[in-house]
T-cell receptor
C-alpha cells in the first residue's frame, strides 16, 4: 500500500515549456486534490476532483489544467510554465470531498527559470 | 472569512521536553487535521480529530469543538520532531484546506 505517489520529485523548466505532474493513489479514495505551497505559506488548492469524471477549480487554477484519468490517477498540467509557478506541488486524496482526512503525496519541487 | 490561529509561532525545546501547541478557530470545527511538515518538506498526517482526544505514541491531540480550539501535545520531544506543525481545517467545499500559520518547532539535542 503505497498511499499517494507523485512523479517527478524534482523538475526544472524554462519559461514557456510544458509538463505534466502525475499523481496516483491506491486507497480507493473518491476525491483527489492538487495544491501548491510557496515559501512560508500553507497549501493553496489549485484543482480538485470530487469523484472520477469530475474536476473543479480551487483557489489558484490559472495556468493549470487537470485530468482525472481514472479513480486512481489525477494529473496536473502546466501548458506554458511561468516563473510564478515555481513552487512545491502536492497531490492529496480523501475518501470523500471535504470529509475525512486528506493524505498527501511527497511533493514535486518545480523551478521555472 | 474563517480564521485558524496557531500559537506559539515558534518554539525551541531541549530534547526530552514536553510541549503543547494550540489552534483556535473562528467558527465551529467539524473537520480538522494536524500535520507535521518535516525539514525535507514532507507532509505527515498526525491526527484527524474533529472532536475528542486521540493518542499516537508520544503525540496526542484534543479538540474541543464547542470551544473552538484544538491542542497538540508532544511529550519527550526528539530532534526528529523538528519542523512545522500545521493545524488545518478542511472546508466543506471542495476540500479546501484552511491552514493556520504553523508552529515552527526546533528540538535541540
Amino acid at each position: 500500500n503505497a498511499g499517494v505517489t507523485q512523479t517527478p520529485k524534482f523538475q526544472v523548466l524554462k519559461t514557456g515549456q510544458s509538463m505534466t505532474l502525475q499523481c496516483a493513489q491506491d486507497m480507493n479514495h473518491n476525491s483527489m486534490y492538487w495544491y501548491r505551497q510557496d515559501p512560508g505559506m500553507g497549501l493553496r488548492l489549485i484543482y480538485y476532483s470530487a469523484s472520477e469524471g469530475t474536476t473543479d477549480k480551487g483557489e489558484v487554477p490559472n495556468g493549470y489544467n487537470v485530468s482525472r484519468l481514472n479513480k486512481r490517477e489525477f494529473s496536473l498540467r502546466l501548458e506554458s510554465a511561468a516563473p510564478s509557478q515555481t513552487s512545491v506541488y502536492f497531490c492529496a486524496s480523501s475518501f470523500d470531498r471535504g470529509l475525512g482526512e486528506q493524505y498527501f503525496g511527497p511533493g514535486t519541487r518545480l523551478t521555472v527559470t | 472569512g474563517i480564521q485558524v490561529e496557531q500559537s506559539p509561532p515558534d518554539l525551541i525545546l531541549q530534547e526530552g521536553a514536553n510541549s503543547t501547541l494550540r489552534c483556535n478557530f473562528s467558527d465551529s470545527v467539524n473537520n480538522l487535521q494536524w500535520f507535521h511538515q518535516n525539514p525535507w518538506g514532507q507532509l505527515i498526517n498526525l491526527f484527524y480529530i474533529p472532536s475528542g482526544t486521540k493518542q499516537n505514541g508520544r503525540l496526542s491531540a484534543t479538540t474541543v469543538a464547542t470551544e473552538r480550539y484544538s491542542l497538540l501535545y508532544i511529550s519527550s520531544s526528539q530532534t526528529t520532531d523538528s519542523g512545522v506543525y500545521f493545524c488545518v481545517r478542511i472546508g466543506n467545499q471542495g476540500g479546501k484546506l484552511i491552514f493556520g500559520q504553523g508552529t515552527e518547532l526546533s528540538v535541540k539535542p
